[in-house]
């Protein structure tokens, strides 16, 4: 993201962005809820973390190595202590506000995806790979995180757009108004209309055989691999709330 900062351009990333959402989930929704990965355990690691923040710990630390999270739509859910990148990096254009590096809401998204969103896409059972799971949860959280950061070119883009009406805003820190005046509710609707349906169109089962084949988008939700109704709500009721909020604090400091 960066180089031609328009609305159409940021909300064409938005839409990339759902592909590796819903695939991530599809991946996740393999394996079954497997609760022992999330328990802080008695023994193992000796500060009683979970396998998986034990395990987003150490990726994040392997990814900032390899030069992740040096762009401001990559954020670690770790931030503390991350390692210097071992490897040369190639800049990248600052089109954002500096201050937009530390906008993170990912202590929300963490909350959010153990707590509400795993039940709703993962059956209960237990099958111990345990290892699996928490990657697999570290694709979907990764993938959730940079969406939502990219609330970030959103506003900027808005912003720009508008100075006269985001400004006075800013200056009153009138957090509602500003809400009110980035929220585009029948954009909204359609977001998560399209999520519903690459939800049926990625997770359906395809074969070849005559007659068996649906057209695509047509699959039973109940023969889906995840619920695309749990996509849409996921959407409603996190993703694009928790992009707003990004957008919010990064206009908030805009002005700065
Ligand atoms: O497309 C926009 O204008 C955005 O701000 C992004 C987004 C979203 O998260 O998808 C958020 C707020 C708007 O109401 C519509 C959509």
């Known amino acids: 993201m ?10 064409g990333a938005l839409i990339r ?22 328990y802080a355990p008695d023994a193992g690691t000796d500060d009683g973390r979970s396998l998986a923040e034990f395990f987003v710990r150490e990726a994040e630390a392997l990814h900032a190595k390899t030069g992740h999270y040096e762009k ?24 954002l506000h500096p201050f937009a590096s530390s906008v993170s809401v ?17 059956v209960d059972g237990d099958d111990g790979y345990y290892a699996e799971t928490v990657a697999l949860d570290f694709a979907c959280l990764k ?10 070119y959103v506003a900027e883009v808005k912003f720009k757009d508008a100075p006269q009406d985001y400004s006075p805003l800013i ?20 977001v998560k209309k399209r999520v519903e349906k690459k939800a049926r ?16 988008g047509s699959a039973d939700d109940s023969e889906c691999k995840v619920n695309p109704k ?15 909020d990004v957008e919010v604090e990064y206009l908030l400091r805009r002005l700065d």
Do not use: C
């Not at 990912?106 to 993962?122: G, H, Q, R, V």
């Not at 409603?236 to 709330?241: E, Q």
């Open 171 to 190: 200056h009153a820190k009138g957090t509602d108004a500003l809400m009110n005046l980035l929220t585009f509710k029948a954009v909204e609707e359609k």
């Open 17 to 38: 962005e759902e592909d590796s959402i819903v695939f991530a989930l599809i991946e996740r929704a393999r394996r079954p809820r497997n609760a022992p990965a999330y």
């Open 143 to 152: 993938a959730l995180s940079r969406r939502i950061h990219y609330g970030k």
């Open 201 to 216: 169109i990625f997770g359906q089962n395809v074969t070849l055989e005559d007659g068996v084949d649906k057209h695509e």
């Open 230 to 244: 749990v996509l849409s709500e996921l959407y409603d009721r996190w993703v694009m709330p928790l992009t707003k």
């Open 72 to 95: 401001p739509e990559d954020v670690p859910f770790f931030p503390q202590d991350l390692p210097s990148p071992l490897f040369p990096i190639k800049g990248y254009p600052k089109v």
């Open 106 to 122: 990912n202590d929300a998204i963490w909350k959010m995806y153990f707590n509400e969103l795993l039940p709703l896409f993962t």
């Open 2 to 11: 960066a180089e031609q900062l328009s609305l159409a351009a940021v909300r």
